[in-house]
């Protein structure tokens, strides 16, 4: 059975079908490619997915499980992490901290324990301490625990927020455009820690992505997106060599 | 690495905590070597008071990132439950388990009514809290000035109506007269403790997992729900808990009158934004600050007395500096490598 299915889902904006008759099907460890010019409705299928909008139409099922219309906070607990586009880090709080509340789920104890300090508190802020530092290791970012989240430069703040959805323990990794505003050396790195979250963890992701040579490089299976339909879908080598891709995708190059 | 992200915290909060008993020694010391004038000696139940409740308003402003501009509401709630409730056990109860209950009746009516408004409200998003809570301080604060509750032989009554009071054998809540010789309970030592209990509650919760959760709203409730936080449940703990706090310091206030009426100098608007004054003040989300400028906005007119009207021009042009001290990044910067706490850590390492 496929990790993440999704059927003929859409989303109508007013006027506009921003995403139309979208399907996806995902298997357990792929890391799937979704691609297409600005304003195709990529980051747009990943707030359908989340839960951020409701669908007009359409099922999403992740491990057979329908989740269609389900709350963001439903969806994650289920088992869909993702990141953002426009970073969403929490700003004044440490490197640390951010990752500690996406293990919010994964470590739970009751408030009391905290206020009046019992011995369950020290217990389970200690294992917390140690698997966040653990994740922040695995993207380089342990020197930068105590850091401020915001004084992070780009590229480490994109990963902070991998790190952090990691901490959610998901099925199902989103990323949406990872590498954006990164250089070259840091688009390398973050390409490492994708392969190394794949191998360590068995992570199943799905990533946006503009940097083509990234997409070539790690995506087994692609989708293209243009004016929220799908262009194309399959093999990733295919699906490059598609002439419509290459007019719709590399076209605004060439004008 | 570990050890330092955990001390970090704790020795903050520890030289908040040390702030606070060392204040209170001082004026002690101060007190049994004469020092204190009687009027600077029947201001020490205030400042705790004003301190508590800037601790609790900083929770709501500074820490869940909502703005309250009633405040004063929960804090008059408080004190008429409170008073209410020492009223009617005053025959039948000792002082001191007497004013521990009537504290926490204030804590518990006050967070019940932060509850009920926190269920509606809460769940939306955008300034909602800010204009509920702003009508709910007028309205209690009008509702207290026609309220009546007496006793009719052995039963309570309760009325809206003025010439209910003159059916009531005696009254205990009397309209605009509010309520009269309410035990006279408040110390400042009391003042200390529940301060005191107030700001270790409030830093034991930042420091912890739902306190994270609170934090993580205000920075960002749409990431914070992408990573599985329920975000009305946290945002009605952290106001529910605020409203408790300022129901005992309200309950505090209350026992520390000789008539505790319902004016707007007291629990009206200006009151609430005077809390906001503090929060912000004090750098808004630090409770170490909000204490501080709640005790230097309230010890300044009384200090300054002396030069007459001058003081009101002093009192704006502290609040000037004290802005400045602590929102310009540099001197925020040099705070923090003064603070005697954090240099001692750094010299550990
Ligand atoms: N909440 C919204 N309301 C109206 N239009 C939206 C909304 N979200 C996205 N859109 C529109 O949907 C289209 C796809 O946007 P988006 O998914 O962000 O594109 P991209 O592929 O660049 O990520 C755009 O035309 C955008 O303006
Ligand atoms: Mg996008």
Redesign the pocket.
């Known amino acids: 059975m496929a990790l993440l299915e999704v059927r003929n889902l859409a989303?109508q904006?007013?006027g506009?079908r921003?995403?139309d008759d979208f399907e996806l099907t995902i298997e357990k460890g792929q890391l799937y490619g979704l691609i297409?010019?600005?304003?195709?409705?990529?980051?747009?299928?990943?707030?359908l997915l989340t839960g951020e909008?409701k669908p007009t139409e359409g099922i999403i099922k992740l491990d057979g499980q329908d989740i269609t219309g389900r709350s963001t906070v439903e969806i994650n607990r289920a088992g869909i992490a993702r990141t953002f586009?426009n970073i969403r880090l929490f700003k004044q709080l440490s490197v640390l901290d951010n990752v500690k509340i996406g293990l919010h789920n994964q470590y739970p104890y009751p408030t009391a324990a905290a206020i009046f300090r019992l011995p369950s508190y020290f217990k389970t802020e200690k294992a917390m301490n140690e698997k966040a530092l653990e994740l922040l290791k695995v993207f380089h970012l342990e020197e930068e625990a105590d850091t401020l989240s915001s004084n992070l430069p780009y590229g480490k703040q994109r990963k902070l927020e991998i790190a952090r959805a990691m901490a959610t323990n998901p099925k199902l990794l989103l990323l949406?455009?990872p590498a954006a505003g990164m250089n070259p050396n840091e688009t390398e790195e973050l390409m490492e820690n994708i392969a190394y979250i794949r191998e360590h963890f068995g992570m199943t992701i799905l990533l946006?992505e503009h940097d083509m040579k990234l997409v070539f490089g790690i995506c087994e299976e692609l989708t293209v997106?243009n004016f929220?339909r799908t262009l194309a879908q399959g093999e990733t080598r295919e699906v490059l060599a598609n002439p419509e891709v290459i007019k719709a995708y590399l076209g605004d190059d060439e004008d | 690495m570990k050890k330092r992200t955990l001390t970090k915290a704790t020795k903050d909060n520890f030289a908040t905590i040390a702030m606070i008993v060392v204040l209170y020694a001082a004026v002690t010391i101060a007190a049994q070597a004469g020092l204190i004038n009687s009027h600077l000696g029947g201001l020490l139940v205030p400042l705790c008071v004003y301190a508590t409740m800037a601790v609790s308003l900083n929770l709501v402003v500074g820490i869940l990132g909502e703005l309250s501009l009633g405040h004063a509401g929960f804090m008059c709630v408080g004190a008429f439950s409170a008073a209410f409730f020492s009223k009617v056990t005053e025959a039948s109860m000792n002082t001191f388990p007497r004013f521990f209950l009537a504290i926490l009746v204030g804590g518990i009516v006050a967070g019940i009514f932060g509850f009920l408004i926190g269920i509606p409200v809460l769940r939306l998003n955008g300034d909602y809290l800010a204009i509920v809570t702003l009508a709910f301080g007028e309205i209690i604060k009008n509702i207290m000035n026609v309220l009546y509750v007496g006793k009719v032989g052995n039963s309570i009554r309760f009325s809206l109506d003025s010439s209910a009071a003159m059916d009531m054998d005696e009254m205990i809540i009397n309209g605009p007269q509010g309520i009269t010789g309410t035990p006279y309970d408040a110390t400042f030592t009391v003042g200390f403790i529940i301060l005191l209990i107030s700001v270790i509650v409030v830093l034991n919760l930042v420091n912890s997992r739902s306190g994270r959760a609170i934090m993580a709203i205000r920075d960002n409730r749409i990431a914070a729900e992408s990573v599985g936080i329920r975000v009305t449940r946290y945002k009605m703990l952290a106001f529910t808990l605020s409203a408790v706090i300022a129901g005992c310091a309200g309950a505090l206030y209350a026992h520390n009158l000789a008539s505790l009426i319902a004016t707007p100098a007291r629990f009206g608007y200006n009151m609430s934004i005077l809390f906001l004054v503090f929060v912000v003040l004090g750098g808004i989300g630090s409770t170490r600050g909000s204490i501080i400028a709640a005790v230097i906005l309230t010890l300044i007119p009384e200090v300054l007395r002396f030069i007459g009207d001058y003081r009101m021009l002093i009192y704006a042009v502290i609040m000037i500096v004290m802005m400045i001290v602590n929102w310009n990044p540099k001197s925020r910067a040099f705070i923090e490598a003064h603070n005697p706490f954090r240099k001692k850590e750094k010299e550990v390492q």
Do not use: H, M, R
């Open positions: 989303i904006f007013g506009l921003a995403v297409g010019p600005n304003g195709a409705g990529k980051t747009t299928v990943f707030n909008y586009q949406d455009e946006i997106l929220g």
